[in-house]
């Protein structure tokens, strides 16, 4: 249980089109979702929290209009790079807590296996 | 800011037991500590979840203080599949989560 799906686990994509990014929560149900970003060799950076049938919340920082998140059911959150650049390309993580396995805390969350995005 | 500081590398021999050590100086009573290993391209996949003392699981060890201001994740006999980076966190639960540095922790031969 507690596994959260994350869909494409790549893309690539031309500047200036917009891309979705699918995160799932398989047998549970997620109020909460965050999506990071990574750049390679660095750690993960929190971009927003995604709540379910509300706005998202996103850090100081993060362009909203640019990394649009919709959280409309309690399994499925999407972040959509919007007129997508060269600069934007890097691995996109979202993460949901989720309980009820031995792969996952008690406490805590479980993240997604990641998307690689390649605007170019 | 991240709430834990950690050793950004270590280096290991195979079979040798790693020792990886996590400082969370601002910790909160009702917050867990969680370490998680990241190999490229993935995302973090859970290792193992403590409060305090001493947890094992079938592949570490968490070692916690009672003060809880340090935790220590205890890697078995490494090889080396567990090269990867290795990340502590402090977390309540429902709340976001700050990543450190994490530990790149290199599996020698």
């Known amino acids: 249980g507690a596994v959260v799906s994350q869909h494409p686990s790549w893309v690539i994509c031309k500047s200036g089109t917009s891309v979705k990014i699918e995160c799932r929560s398989l047998d549970f149900q997620a109020t909460t979702m965050f999506w990071y970003r990574q750049f390679p060799k660095q750690s993960l950076m929190l971009m927003a929290t995604?709540?379910?049938?509300?706005?998202?919340?996103?850090e100081q920082g993060v362009e909203k209009d640019k990394f649009l998140i919709n959280h409309a059911s309690l399994t499925l959150s999407t972040l959509t790079v919007t007129s997508a650049h060269p600069e934007d390309s890097s691995f996109y993580i979202c993460?949901?807590?989720?309980?009820?396995?031995?792969?996952?805390?008690?406490?805590?969350?479980?993240f997604g296996s990641g998307t690689r995005l390649t605007v170019v | 800011l991240a709430k834990t500081t950690q050793p950004i590398s270590m280096d290991s021999y195979e079979g040798q037991e790693v020792n990886i050590t996590c400082s969370h100086n601002n910790i909160a009573t009702n917050d867990y500590i969680t370490w998680y290993q990241q190999f490229p391209s993935q995302g973090p996949r859970f290792i193992i979840q403590?409060?305090?003392t001493k947890v094992t699981n079938e592949v570490a060890s968490l070692f916690i203080p009672a003060d809880r201001k340090s935790s220590t994740l205890s890697l078995p006999r490494v090889s080396l599949s567990d090269t990867a980076v290795y990340y502590c966190l402090d977390s309540g639960g429902y709340q976001k989560v700050t990543f450190g540095t994490g530990t790149k922790l290199q599996v020698i031969p």
């Open positions: 403590g409060y305090k």
């Open positions: 995604s709540n379910e049938g509300s706005k998202a919340t996103y």
């Open positions: 993460s949901a807590e989720g309980t009820g396995s031995r792969s996952t805390p008690s406490y805590g969350y479980t």
